[in-house]
């Protein structure tokens, strides 16, 4: 079958992205399920994987297939899946460690694995999705309803939404958690499911991020009835010590900010964020940072900002089954509130073959790879 590989070449002093011919995987156990791949997302884990060649191949393994946001048919089922043939289907990500000293790995919390030695399909030592057909066992499949076909692909990165949903109501039972407004720093695809899924919550929503006031995102958020601000309008009002523009503007907003989302992964505005939370708020971290920059930053404002208001600070990275559950749900959710809005984040639908020579620069918001 056809799939997108990093592989070794040059007798592995080099990898690269390519198109292979591979064996089509078989099923091998009473449980497990043969996946008709639909569609596959590239998210910025996958940019890293494809320009940088960042993936880590199963030790000995010549390539592994990437991808790892996953909407397919199933076409085979084991008698112990609990899964029809037919049924739409996405699978988890992250596989346990499988160490003894993992109490979280052991009881099926593989996205709090303590000791880093997971495995994730299409990322990190195991074969992902971008393939023809996907197998695997039905403990880590979710079945996706039919009426979910247009979005369903959407499934992972709303998954990593909810845990912050989840966590954020486990931990805000320590108070009265009333949120009615919320910022979401970073408008690409899991900054604009972040705001469409407080816009279903009722929240009033700010987006601030670097894509033009007349993108695709931006009409996105206008159109769910939240607000859009142009990060390069914002800086000239820029002072102190972050001098974004994002804490001046953030002024302007009225009642402040009870919940943040860091999707932009540019860490001066964690810090700018921590001051700009209302008290009692909750500020989520999403986006990675690759570099190592360092800031000189007002560290007693920091701390008294997060002692003196009760705020807190949760950093949060991939997911579990119950949050794959919960994002089936919020996107229908989303799609009855806001009809039509989900695929509009799907702004780029690409062949398989044209992945090895994607240019990032030119996708709008989100591309996904159509089989
Ligand atoms: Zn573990």
Redesign the pocket.
Known sequence: MKAIVLRKINGGIDKQIALADVPKPRLQDEADVLIKVLEVGLDGTDKEIIVEHYGVMPAQAEHMIIGHELLGVIEEAGPQSGFAIGDLATVLVRR????P??I???EGQ?D???????TERGIREADGFMGEYVVENARFVVKVPAVCRPYGVLVEPQSVVEKICRQAAVIQERLIWRPQTALVIGSGPLGLLAALTCRTMGLDVHVWSKSAADSVNADIVRRSGGHYHYADETRAKGDGPFASGLTETAAEWGRGIDWIWECSGHSPLVLEAMTILNPNGMLALLGVTPGHSVIEAPSDLLNREMVLRNKCVIGSVNSSRADFEAAVARLQEIEHQLPGELVQITTDVLAIEQVPGIDFRKIAVKAVVRL
Request: glycine share 12%.
């Open positions: 346990p460690c499988g160490l000293e993992c979280h790995c052991q593989q709090f694995c303590s000791t880093g030695r997971y």
